[in-house]
């Protein structure tokens, strides 16, 4: 249902307090109607740890040769255990000096990934050319603290059609409740979902859920997509969370994620 009256709310994060506006429920709609996961009739699998950096994946890996993870902070255990696959991993992080395993199959860069109007931003589409140019398939791990959005707009889809499965951080989602924020999330919504299909979220548990108007969005979710000729079956997950999943921050409840981004949305 479409609302042309802007909302107002005051919703309590952590220890702050922030005031969201938004121009319209529509494009918010659209949004859930785009990030809504599908049973895509392939298991999911964890890789990586039990905490942070660990990511629910299809089990399709076979034929992947190379990952590309830009902003790996200080864990690696996603990278490794695709290591143990026998799948290279290409790994950049501006913020950090090397990554936290050293590994045969590893090559790391001190890069920043992002936009190209970024300063001294070297585009994903640059990275790539330069470190991978065999066809074989690839996967994409990408937590770069909202530059992703950019990456997204900008990246070729030729580009993100040579990722099978890509796991990508989403972060900033409760800009869902900006009309400026509703805007550019919807975009780099809706140019993935040409290509993919989201087969698991999982909200990351670092900061409390944004809530207006009984609408409820964890500001950073973990969002893995498999493209859509890899598909074996697409029917609505009714359930969350899945068994696999596990809190990012220990110590602290894990988010389960909000009824209205999965199933049919309703209560």
């Not at 309590?12 to 009739?41: K, Q």
Request: proline share 6%; aromatic share 8%.
């Amino acid at each position: 249902m479409s609302r042309a009256t802007a909302w107002t709310k005051k919703a309590a994060l952590g220890a702050g307090v922030m005031v969201f506006r938004t121009g319209g429920r529509d494009v918010l709609d659209a949004v859930l109607d785009l990030a809504r996961p599908c049973d895509a009739g392939v298991p999911l699998i964890r890789i990586g740890g039990d905490g942070d950096g660990g990511y629910l994946v299809p089990d399709d890996l076979a034929g992947i040769r190379a990952c590309f993870s830009p902003g790996v902070s200080s864990v690696s255990d996603f990278e490794a255990d695709l290591a143990q696959r026998g799948i290279r991993s290409f790994l950049a992080d501006h913020a950090v000096e090397r990554p936290a395993l050293d590994n045969a199959l590893f090559d790391f860069e001190k890069l920043f990934i992002g936009p190209g109007a970024a300063q001294n931003a070297v585009s994903l589409a640059d990275w790539v050319d330069r470190k991978w140019r065999d066809d074989s398939e690839m996967i994409l791990q990408m937590d770069i603290e909202g530059s992703e959005y950019g990456v997204i707009c900008e990246t070729s889809r030729a580009l993100l059609r040579r990722f099978r499965i890509m796991v990508i951080e989403f972060h900033g989602l409760d800009r869902l409740f900006d009309p400026f924020g509703q805007q550019l999330i919807h975009i780099a919504f809706r140019k993935l979902r040409q290509d993919f299909e989201v087969v698991h979220i999982h909200p990351n548990n670092c900061c409390e859920p944004a809530v207006h108007d009984g609408m409820v969005i964890p500001p950073v979710m973990e969002f893995t997509f498999l493209r859509k000729d890899r598909l074996q079956g697409k029917t609505p997950v009714t359930s969350f969370p899945h068994p696999l999943d596990r809190a990012n921050v220990a110590g602290r409840p894990d988010i389960v994620l909000p009824r209205a981004w999965y199933g049919d949305g309703a209560d």
